[in-house]
């Protein structure tokens, strides 16, 4: 995997949404080490706020909820900053940006001398250096043959492959140089970890930091693939339930002006019903905009979700960072993989089936003014509507068949005020021909 991958967002726009804490918007990073803390949402929070909102005392501490996203994710009993995973990669970000503002004329001073402009950056030791620093590095044999890139070159990169922060092992202070990929571990490892804690007779997998963090990344690619497909058919059904909406609403003016005709015949004798009426419709067509309404907030939320999470992907796939990486990768992973299979409906939940039904309505004024003469309508999803057969099918026969219908949350549909009468459904054989009888299907 090229780890010159560009990142997809401009400094400014990093700084805000990636090195700010989500609850107090305190930086997630200082010089030397992450506060960021890693929810399994994928968005972020310092240390301080982790804590002050689960306290490490409580037995049954309460679920945290996201400030970003509202999703609640539940914690167990114990230290919450082992719940939720530092993300080392921020390490690098930060000094992205802090290179990147100094085209502002704030340049970064240099890591070794205090109040010392820095003109470098080397790459191995990831740190700023100022001129005699930099000659000094040059002598110097242990680290003469480390890259050095002038800050003049590295003020126009867009990407983080001179921002690499070394990652120590916290068990044995040496650098992670391989990857344990046993599932149990899933993490970058020292070398003297495979001969503690992640032993090949123990059945530990190790391979080069490297390969894995290649694998790893390909992965990843292939779960923003996926999860993109999912956020296109999460825009699709979108779009459908907008047009919904609109159908609903041009089918609301429709039926009041039925409405108006109808009352409008019947003089003086039908004024109150018609306030009657036009506030039952309206209550029906509130219900049926608010589910719309509330199918649209939902989705539109899982869209966010999913937009943060492969933008938090996709930055990951920039860090340079192996040891970085492969630390967060899993809890990325898992996020993505999660958006790909958490299911949701995929059409409306709510039409525009309300029927005012008028010609009745004239014919038995008289005598059922004011059990006929109300709006109705039905709530169908069609994914969970079923058809049954009665009897055996012979060819050239007719069948009764029965449709039941149901609404979103799978309960019967209620064909209230002739608005059966109303329907017309339609059935078709093998061949796609609609064979309707007088009595039923003809097969």
Same mark, same amino acid.
């Given at each position: 995997?090229?780890?010159n991958?560009?990142?997809?967002?401009p400094?400014?726009?990093?700084?805000?949404?990636?090195l700010?804490?989500?609850?107090?918007r305190c930086?997630l990073?200082?010089?030397?080490?992450s506060?960021?803390?890693?929810?399994?949402c994928?968005?972020?929070v310092?240390?301080?706020c982790l804590?002050?909102?689960?306290?490490?005392?409580?037995?049954n501490?309460?679920?945290l909820?996201?400030?970003e996203?509202?999703?609640?994710?539940?914690?167990?009993?114990g230290?919450?900053?082992?719940?939720?995973?530092?993300?080392?990669?921020?390490?690098d970000?930060?000094?992205f940006?802090?290179?990147?503002?100094?085209v502002n004329?704030?340049d970064?001073?240099?890591?070794?001398?205090?109040?010392?402009?820095?003109?470098t950056r080397?790459?191995?030791?990831?740190?700023?250096?100022c001129?005699?620093?930099?000659?000094?590095?040059?002598?110097?044999?242990?680290?003469?043959?480390?890259e050095?890139?002038?800050?003049?070159?590295?003020?126009?990169?867009?990407?983080?492959?001179?921002f690499?922060s070394?990652?120590?092992?916290?068990?044995?202070g040496e650098?992670?140089?391989?990857?344990?990929?046993?599932?149990?571990c899933?993490?970058?490892?020292?070398?003297m970890?495979?001969f503690?804690?992640c032993?090949?007779?123990?059945?530990?997998?190790?391979?080069s930091l490297?390969e894995a963090?290649?694998?790893?990344?390909?992965d990843?690619?292939e779960?923003?693939?996926?999860t993109?497909?999912?956020?296109?058919e999460?825009?699709?059904?979108e779009?459908l339930?907008?047009?919904e909406?609109?159908?609903?609403?041009q089918?609301?003016?429709?039926l009041?002006?039925?409405?108006?005709? #109808? *009352?409008?015949?019947?003089? $003086?004798?039908l /004024?109150?019903?018609?306030?009657?009426l036009?506030?039952d @419709?309206?209550k029906?067509?509130?219900?049926?905009r608010?589910?719309?309404?509330?199918?649209?907030?939902?989705?539109?939320?899982?869209e966010v979700?999913?937009v943060?999470?492969?933008?938090?992907a996709e930055q990951?796939?920039?860090?340079?960072?192996?040891?970085?990486?492969?630390?967060?990768?899993?809890h990325v992973?898992?996020?993505?993989?999660?958006?790909?299979h958490?299911?949701f409906?995929?059409?409306?939940?709510?039409?525009?089936l309300?029927?005012?039904?008028?010609?009745?309505?004239?014919?038995?004024?008289?005598?059922n003014?004011?059990e006929?003469l109300?709006?109705?309508a039905?709530?169908?999803?069609?994914?969970?509507t #079923? *058809?049954?057969?009665?009897? $055996?099918?012979? /060819?050239?026969?007719v069948?009764k068949?029965?449709?039941? @219908?149901r609404?979103?949350?799978?309960r019967?549909?209620?064909l209230e005020?002739g608005?059966?009468?109303k329907m017309k459904?339609?059935?078709a054989?093998?061949?796609?021909?609609y064979?309707i009888?007088?009595?039923?299907?003809?097969?």
């Open positions: 995997m090229d780890n991958r560009p990142l997809s967002l400094f400014h726009e990093i700084e805000k949404l990636l700010k804490c989500s609850v107090c930086d990073v200082d010089e030397k080490s506060f960021a803390h890693l929810l399994p994928l968005h972020t310092c240390r301080s804590l002050d909102n689960v306290p490490d005392t409580e037995e501490p309460k679920p909820q996201c400030v996203c509202q999703e609640v994710h539940p914690l167990s009993k230290d919450p900053t082992k719940a939720f995973p530092v993300d080392n990669t921020r390490l970000l930060w000094e940006v802090q290179l990147k503002k100094s004329g704030l970064p001073e240099c890591s070794v001398c205090d109040g010392v402009k820095a003109s080397c790459v191995d030791c990831a740190e700023f250096l001129i005699d620093c930099t000659s000094a590095h040059e002598r110097t044999s242990k680290t003469k043959h480390h050095i890139k002038d800050l003049s070159q590295l003020k126009t990169t867009d990407n983080l492959q001179a690499r070394p990652l120590t092992c916290p068990l044995h650098p992670f140089a391989v990857y344990c990929s046993k599932w149990t899933e993490k970058p490892v020292c070398p970890c495979t503690t804690t032993k090949a007779s123990e059945g530990h997998h190790i391979l490297k963090t290649a694998q790893l990344k390909f990843l690619e779960q923003i693939r996926n993109r497909n999912i956020q296109q999460v825009q699709k059904v779009t339930v907008e047009w909406v609109e159908n609903i609403d089918h609301e003016k429709d009041e002006k039925d409405i108006d005709t #109808t *009352v409008d015949e019947m003089i $003086e004798l /004024e109150e019903k018609r306030v009657e036009k506030n @419709l309206k029906k067509i509130e219900t049926k608010g589910v719309l309404k509330k199918q649209r907030e939902v989705l539109h939320k899982r979700s999913i943060d999470a492969v933008q938090f990951a796939l920039c860090c340079s960072n192996d040891a970085a990486f492969s630390q967060v990768d899993k992973a898992k996020r993505l993989e999660h958006l790909q958490d299911q409906d995929r059409k409306p939940h709510e039409n525009a309300v029927c005012f039904d008028k010609s009745r309505a004239m014919a038995a004024l008289q005598k003014l004011k006929n109300k709006v109705s039905v709530s169908v999803f069609s994914p969970y #079923t *058809v049954e057969s009665w009897g $055996e099918h012979t /060819e050239n026969h069948t068949i029965s449709v039941l @219908l609404d979103y949350m799978r019967p549909a209620d005020g608005l059966s009468e459904i339609k059935v054989d093998p061949l796609g021909n064979n009888g007088s009595d039923g299907i003809i097969y």
